[in-house]
């Protein structure tokens, strides 16, 4: 019997499995043992966000029908402007492997689904499915897995309003109580994200904080924000896209049953750190990480990686980018990137190589003398991070467009040549010569949803982005109509900018 431990996922325990064994017998068998009284699925619709829908269980037989068949939906509404009214109806089918016991409704077991047409194909406009068929695609090219994980930044908003162990502004990085204050809350989150997905790596305090929020939104107003930060665990690229999304309904789930608010809008004050959505990649083959060589140097397969998101960072803010704030947070000395370059361990950079591992192992013996047994674990955990995207992010469409970018670099060799001309070392804001010589990152939404409509034809090959999406994409972007803001709010005296500039950073605080 393989041992659990105390945030090992519950259904994993009862039935004796890992998730990826899940079964309908062993599932029906969860409920008839835990009295479970209804089935919730959920399901992303088009605004990136996860939708619900539950089902009551009378009987074995209508459990069985419901966890083999699914139930319909209409798509004209989760999809509006893509799926036609007359003919909306879709199937949302439970994929086993992600049932979870529902941390907020102990009657419930849950499922994430995916959306299935009337004649049984995975539907092509649904953004969980173009990432499936992307990563399909990546690993007929390239022969190999592609792995990800995300950094899930946050502002905690909350109305402690404590004068005692005041917090200091911009230096709240991995601050520990009584300094950080929600502690406990954070606890509650990464335990409940932990029991489900399995792909926790940690959580903490981060740079930004703010005493007391200035907002036209009664929401937030007043509130003291702690920005906060949880990290996954490296997992292929469409189990990552889920864990993301169930993670952030859990988060603000977590949140509002503490009377607080969590936040992933991309910047939430001036001069205040913003809430990136750095995703981390890896290449593997048969599931050993290859993004270094025998000697230790990045890998030609990691190099042509990095030429492929290099090639395609200025349209991946389509996906990544998607409000007006989000181009308030990508500014000079933010440690948010403005310029299309890669460098190791280099926060100014849009692609950061970070400490993998891979030159040394077995670390806590060199503190720990006493220590002779040497770790079973010592792999090489060396990861690419793209520090470009936000929490406005579409996750789904971005990890899409993240995987065709990289088949790309392995498919062209061109792709390494670009990437060592790209290649920079230090602060690169304090290089103007340097800086003039890098490609821009687009500087809004409307300029980026001009890249995407110039680069469509990349998302579109091989049918993997339906044009209703990219168009969509377009539209949503030029929606924004920020092409000027930046002049507008400069050109304003300083309390209107600055009360100006609160408006659009607050505006789309629960976009995604």
Known sequence: MTPYYALSNPICRIVEKNSDQFTRTDLINVIERKHIERITFHYTALDGKLKELKLPITSRAHAERILAEGERVDGSSLFKGMVDAGLSDLYVVPVYKTAFLNPFDESSLDFVCRY????GQLAPFALDNILHNAYELFKKNSG?????LGELEFFLLSSLNDPMYHASKQKGYHASAPFVKNGPILNEMMKYIAQI???VKYAHSEVGYVEHVFS???EIRGRQAEQLEIEFLPVPITDAADHLIVARWLMRNVAYKHGSVATFAPKIEEGVAGNGLHIHMELRKNGRNIMRDPAGNLSVEAKKLIGGLCTYADSLTAFGNTVASSYLRLVP???APTRVCWSDLNRSAMIRVPLGWTQTHHLAKTVNPQETALSG??????TVELRTPDGSALIHPLLAGIALAVDWGLAHTESIDFAEKLYVKGNIFKDKNLLEQLPVIAKNCVESSKILHEKRKFYERESIFPPSVIDYMIKLLRAENDEILHKSLNDLPPDERLSETRKVLHKD???H
């Open 197 to 199: 997905t399995g792909s």
């Open 377 to 382: 674990n010592g792999t090489n955990g060396q």
């Open 116 to 119: 299935i047409t009337p004649d």
């Open 144 to 148: 190999l897995e592609l792995y990800a």
């Open 509 to 511: 605080l629960h976009r």
């Open 216 to 218: 036209h939104l009664e």
């Open 333 to 335: 000395d933010q440690e």
